[in-house]
């Protein structure tokens, strides 16, 4: 099938399969006599894998962690649970964060009278240099 077909099977945007091929999450398929790539079912069972990993919330190398896993038979469920539980570990700790970051937007937003620019707590949260959530722009910060 055409990368057009295969992208409707998997769910992913075409230049996420190109994406996902230069980065070697898939393998460059074989190509038609003019010049089509030509993917397999199993080709798309492989983008659906890695499309679900990503909603999930996996990284690429995570993604590509767990394709290794998943294609070596030989290799422990155990690896794969480990790997589940690091990134869960991690979301919790991202959805903390994002918490702690949402209740001083919210704090702050609700301090503000609408008044002069000088005068804004929006700003002023902004130009606070303290440790807090307001300094912390990535989701991984830990004040």
């Known amino acids: ?29 074989n190509r038609t006599g003019s010049g089509y790539r030509a993917y397999t079912p199993a080709d798309v069972e492989r983008l659906r894998f890695v499309s679900r990993g990503r909603e999930l919330g996996f990284s690429l190398e995570e993604i590509r962690s767990l394709l290794r896993l998943n294609d070596d038979p030989k290799l422990s469920c155990g690896d794969v649970d480990a790997l589940a539980r690091v990134h869960l570990a991690d979301t919790h700790q991202r ?3 994002l918490t702690r970051m949402a209740g001083e937007l919210e704090r702050v937003i609700a301090q503000c009278a609408g008044g002069e620019r000088g005068t804004c707590t929006i700003l002023g949260a902004l130009r606070h240099t303290g440790h807090d959530v307001t300094s912390c722009a990535d989701p991984g910060c830990r004040p």
Do not use: D, F, N, W
Not at 4 to 27: F, K, M, N, P
């Open 95 to 97: 959805i903390e964060a």
């Open 1 to 29: 099938m055409k990368i057009s077909e295969a992208a409707a099977a998997s769910g992913c945007h075409l230049e996420t399969i190109r994406y996902y091929e230069r980065v070697g999450l898939i393998q460059s398929p």
